[in-house]
């Protein structure tokens, strides 16, 4: 039986539809497997080949043009660990953003967070003539050597959080729905971590569309 939105699988596409349905709607595997009557291992290579694909896709998304941006980085893993807190935490895995002013947002995994790692991916999606906006961590100190002289500094202080356009509240608020959607997925790897990541940047940049017809149009042009 031929199924037109997965290769090599034996499922009916009316069984792959109910799938990707559930899937579309925040059920965890588990879940799926026990509505759809479908074996656990099936599910988690039709998850993972999905979540591989939203990957790729969001990985080509999100390119900026001229707008107000907001940058910062976050810290994603145990709440308490012994030794550095904050920026230097031991164990915690670092995620740099950029958020467009009422638009979509974009994620990445970096190892320091040093402007030499920042800059070229600030490079890639953010031109120039863009008004960017930060904290104060003075890694962002060196963009305006890089050319990108509007540049805001946001201080963090319960009396100066936000001043009109100046604040980072848009990438700010991401953060909090990325960790509370990430903190259902326990136990996972620094690999399938990023893929958990761009599927919730992916969802965010496409919170206003029909997530599950938008896979099956994917899925119908390229199979999985």
Known sequence: MKNKYIKGTHLSERKFKAIMKLFAAENQASQISLL???NRNTINRIL???????????????????GEV???????GARRIKGK???GAYGKIKVFGLKKRDGNVYTQIVNNCSVNELYPIIAEKVTTDN????????TYDGLVNFGYKKHYRVKHSKDNFANGKAHINGIENFWGIAKVRLSKFRGMSKKTFYLHLKETEF?????????YMLLLREFRTLPL
Not at 52 to 63: G, P, Q, V
């Open 48 to 66: 993972n080949k999905t979540r591989n694909r939203i990957k790729e896709l969001a990985e080509k998304e999100s390119i900026f043009s001229k």
């Open 203 to 211: 969802r965010f940049n496409h919170r206003n569309a029909n997530l």
């Open 36 to 38: 759809t009557n479908t």
């Open 70 to 76: 907001e940058i910062d980085e976050s810290y994603f």
């Open 131 to 138: 008004t960017i906006y930060s904290d104060e961590f003075r």
């Open 85 to 87: 807190r904050g920026r």
